[in-house]
């Protein structure tokens, strides 16, 4: 049985920064792609960044040059570095793993998911 467990979100002023960790079990890691992504009030869940078993990465227009993806396997956690966070980042944000090896911006290609960290930037 897959499990991811994220944590990291907070409360934090437009233009901080805040680093997510998605600590994952149940299975051999490195293998596969991992992903984040996100859910405002009111708004469907939407792709923000992956990462392949190779750690070529994915992001989406809005998040790019702020977020950054990383992963470590030696701990089988997942990274989401966010710099520079606007108002507009404001969601609950979702480690998800695929069984893909490939990074993907497609949600159906994610299997398991992890149970959201709030996020929230002040203005």
């Known amino acids: 049985q897959v499990q991811l467990v994220d944590t990291g979100g907070g409360l934090v002023q437009d233009g901080g920064s805040l680093r997510l960790s998605c600590a994952a079990s149940?299975?051999?890691?490195?293998?596969?792609?991992q992903g984040w992504f996100r859910q405002a009030p009111g708004k469907e869940r939407e792709f923000v960044a992956a990462i392949s078993w190779t750690e070529n990465t994915l992001y989406a227009d809005s998040v790019k040059s702020r977020f950054t993806i990383s992963r470590d396997n030696t701990k089988s956690t997942l990274y989401l570095q966010m710099n520079s966070l606007k108002p507009e980042d404001t969601a609950v944000y979702y480690c998800a793993a695929s069984d893909r090896a490939i990074a993907t911006m497609q949600e159906e290609f994610y299997r398991y998911w992890g149970q959201g960290t709030q996020v929230i930037v002040s203005s």
């Open positions: 149940g299975r051999t890691f490195s293998n596969y792609a």
